[in-house]
């Protein structure tokens, strides 16, 4: 059974249709998505009513995604200290997500976990440990040891950080970090996802890299008008950082 695994979609609808073009050109036999369906991207509503209509889909709640659905004055706060152009973001989203789709968001599961063919399988969106937590590359082992701990899954499939990465435990766990489709933070910025293969209790992982019309989906970014859109515009076009 070959299913995609996607996360961090950030509203980029551009992205989302590339993926879920090559999704079935791998034909791919279902989907999981890890969650951050739209802050900080160029079309919320559009992402969000898109992943409501997938009835197939197994999808979690990303940090994001939580912070949408529990929008107030803390979270506010939170955002005009840390990053304020995120803080302008969620503001605007806000005001164009509607009552359903934070309802959505809000009723996503944080994780999950489940057996496919056999094998073992926890989805998160950060870590096992916090949903905003970093699974990044050239980690030492032991703190991905460490941010797993107490789980038993074969395979924990986790997204967050918009950089694609992996690691085999020396408990014999797979950790896999898929990409973001939405906010690609890697040299070349083509939306990233995984597919995992599974098969005889057994499972084999590839990151696919799609490219996609990021000059368009920059330009809607940018045309959202709030202060800091035209920097999250450029991340778009010139990834050099995940927060801003």
């Given at each position: 059974?070959?299913?995609?695994?996607?996360?961090?979609?950030?509203?980029n609808?551009?992205?989302l249709?590339?993926?879920?073009?090559?999704v079935?050109a791998?034909?791919?036999?279902?989907?999981?998505?890890?969650?951050?369906?739209?802050l900080?991207?160029?079309?919320?509503?559009?992402?969000v009513?898109?992943?409501?209509?997938?009835?197939?889909?197994?999808?979690?709640?990303g940090?994001?995604?939580?912070?949408?659905?529990?929008?107030g004055?803390?979270v506010?706060?939170?955002?005009?200290?840390q990053?304020?152009?995120?803080a302008n973001?969620?503001?605007?989203?806000?005001?164009?997500?509607?009552?359903?789709?934070?309802?959505?968001l809000?009723?996503?599961?944080?994780m999950?976990?489940f057996?496919?063919?056999g094998?073992?399988?926890?989805?998160?969106?950060?870590?096992?440990?916090?949903?905003?937590?970093?699974i990044l590359?050239?980690?030492p082992?032991?703190?991905?040891?460490e941010m797993?701990?107490g789980?038993?899954?074969?395979?924990?499939?986790?997204?967050h950080?918009?950089?694609?990465?992996?690691y085999q435990?020396?408990?014999?766990?797979?950790v896999?970090?898929?990409?973001s489709?939405?906010?690609?933070m890697?040299?070349?910025p083509?939306?990233?996802y995984a597919?995992?293969?599974f098969?005889?209790?057994?499972?084999?992982?590839?990151?696919?890299?799609?490219e996609?019309?990021?000059?368009?989906?920059?330009?809607?970014m940018?045309?959202r008008?709030?202060?800091?859109?035209?920097?999250?515009?450029d991340?778009?076009l010139?990834?050099?950082?995940?927060?801003?």
């Amino acid at each position: 059974m070959k299913v995609a695994v996607l996360s961090d979609l950030h509203a980029n609808v551009q992205a989302l249709e590339a993926v879920m073009s090559d999704v079935v050109a791998q034909k791919c036999e279902h989907v999981f998505c890890l969650g951050d369906l739209a802050l900080a991207g160029p079309q919320p509503k559009e992402v969000v009513e898109y992943v409501m209509d997938q009835d197939s889909w197994t999808i979690i709640q990303g940090n994001t995604d939580k912070m949408i659905a529990q929008y107030g004055p803390e979270v506010a706060t939170f955002l005009e200290e840390q990053y304020p152009v995120m803080a302008n973001a969620i503001a605007d989203d806000i005001s164009i997500l509607r009552d359903k789709h934070r309802a959505f968001l809000n009723n996503l599961p944080p994780m999950l976990a489940f057996d496919v063919e056999g094998c073992s399988v926890l989805l998160v969106h950060g870590s096992p440990r916090a949903n905003n937590e970093d699974i990044l590359p050239d980690m030492p082992l032991d703190k991905i040891e460490e941010m797993i701990a107490g789980t038993t899954a074969s395979l924990i499939l986790c997204g967050h950080t918009h950089i694609p990465c992996g690691y085999q435990t020396r408990t014999n766990q797979t950790v896999v970090n898929v990409g973001s489709v939405g906010r690609p933070m890697t040299p070349k910025p083509k939306a990233c996802y995984a597919i995992v293969d599974f098969k005889n209790s057994s499972f084999e992982v590839t990151h696919r890299f799609v490219e996609y019309n990021n000059v368009k989906a920059a330009k809607i970014m940018s045309e959202r008008g709030f202060v800091g859109a035209d920097r999250l515009a450029d991340l778009l076009l010139n990834p050099v950082e995940r927060h801003v």
